[in-house]
C-alpha cells in the first residue's frame, strides 16, 4: 500500500438532503486530502438532487443512482463495487466525520498490514448536531475474539481494506436492515480486526428517520439474526447455538421495555429449528418470512 492512498467515503442515501450536506462537508474538511466520495441515491425524491448537483463538477465526487428504490443492503453494495480506494468507509447521510478520521484510519491501515477492518468511536449527537455523549458499546477485539459471538462492540466509525472485502461474497443485496453487521462479519472472517479507542465519527440520532433505532430497532434486530445465521452457515458453526444466545440477551433486555409480547413463550421455543427461533417473535413483520423462510431452510 502506497503512503498515500486513495481512500473511498461511501454514502448510501435516501431522502437524506436535509442532512447530506453537513455529510460532504465534513469529507471537504478532512486533513487528509487524498479520497473519493461515492454516492449511490435510492430514488430519493426530497431535495438531495440539489446537493448533487452542486459537485457534478468535481472529479472527487462520483454520484450514481438506482432504477428504483432497492433497499439499504442493494445500495451498499453497490456503493462497495464502485469504490476504487485501497481504503474505504461508510458515511451515512445523515451523519459526519471528524476532521481527522480519515487521516488517522489512512495510518492505522498501513502500519496494520495484516487487518482488515478497523473500528473507532462515535459521539452521539442529537438532530441539531449537539453532542449528548460519547459511544461505550464499542472494545478491543480480544486475540481470536469474534464480534458473532459479542466480542468486541464493532460500530463507527469503520474503514476497511478494499483489498480484503473482494475476498468475502460481498454485501448482501437483500439485506434492509443490519447492513453494516453483515459488512463486519464478513470482514472479520478475511483478516484481522483493530480498535482505535478515540472518536472519529458523529452519529446522528433523534431524526425520526434511522433504520435501526426506535421503532425499527426491532426490525433491525431481526436482519442481525438473518446476519448471524449466514455468518454461522459460512464458517460451519452450529446456529442454534451461537444465535439463540443472542436472542435471549435481546429479550432479557426489551423485558422492562415490553417491545416484545410474551417473552416467556418466546424463550421456549428455543429448542425448535432456527427458521422457528427467528420467525416467531417477529410475526408482525409478515412481509419478510418468506425471505427468511429461505434463507434459513435452504
Known amino acids: ?30 486533513t487528509y486530502t487524498n479520497w473519493e ?20 463538477d468535481d472529479s472527487r465526487f462520483h454520484i450514481y443512482f438506482n432504477d428504483k428504490n432497492e433497499g439499504c443492503g442493494y445500495t451498499k453494495r453497490r456503493c462497495a463495487e464502485l ?28 502500519d496494520n498490514r495484516n487487518v482488515s477492518l478497523i473500528y473507532s468511536r462515535y459521539n452521539i449527537i442529537t438532530a441539531d448536531g449537539s453532542v449528548i455523549g460519547i459511544s ?16 468486541g462492540g ?7 481494506k478494499r483489498n480484503y472485502y473482494l475476498k468475502t461474497p460481498g454485501i448482501d443485496p437483500d439485506y434492509k436492515r443490519a447492513v453494516d453487521h453483515d459488512l463486519y462479519l464478513l470482514l472479520e472472517e478475511v483478516g484481522k480486526v483493530l480498535f482505535l479507542d478515540l472518536v472519529l465519527y458523529n452519529y446522528r440520532t433523534e431524526t425520526g ?34 444465535v439463540s444466545k443472542d436472542l435471549d ?13 410474551g417473552i416467556e413463550s418466546i424463550k421456549k421455543s428455543l ?22 423462510k429461505h434463507k434459513l431452510n435452504r
Not at 466520495?37 to 457534478?56: F, G, L
Not at 464493532?154 to 476497511?160: D, E, G, M
Open 271 to 292: 429448542s425448535y429449528r432456527i427458521g422457528n427461533i427467528l420467525i416467531k417473535p417477529f410475526k408482525c413483520f409478515s412481509n419478510i418470512n418468506s425471505f427468511l
Open 37 to 56: 466520495i461515492i454516492i449511490v441515491d435510492d430514488k430519493s425524491t426530497d431535495n438531495s438532487a440539489e446537493v448533487y448537483n452542486q459537485y457534478k
Open 249 to 261: 440477551n435481546y429479550l432479557t433486555w426489551n423485558r422492562n421495555e415490553a417491545r416484545i409480547d
Open 1 to 30: 500500500m502506497e503512503k498515500t492512498p486513495l481512500f473511498s467515503v461511501l454514502i448510501a442515501n435516501y431522502n437524506n438532503g436535509k442532512y447530506l450536506q453537513e455529510a460532504v462537508d465534513s469529507v471537504l474538511a478532512q
Open 83 to 110: 469504490a476504487q480506494g485501497d481504503i474505504c468507509g461508510f458515511l451515512d447521510p445523515d451523519d459526519t466525520l471528524m476532521p481527522n478520521a480519515l487521516e488517522t484510519m489512512v495510518k492505522a491501515h498501513i
Open 154 to 160: 464493532i460500530s463507527h466509525f469503520v474503514s476497511y
Open 136 to 151: 461505550q458499546q464499542q472494545e478491543d477485539m480480544p486475540e481470536g475474539g469474534s464480534f458473532l459471538e459479542g466480542q
Open 209 to 242: 428517520d434511522n433504520i435501526s433505532l426506535g421503532q425499527n430497532g426491532d426490525k433491525a434486530f431481526l436482519w442481525h439474526l438473518v446476519g448471524m445465521v449466514d455468518a454461522c452457515r459460512r464458517r460451519g458453526l452450529p446456529i442454534e447455538d451461537v
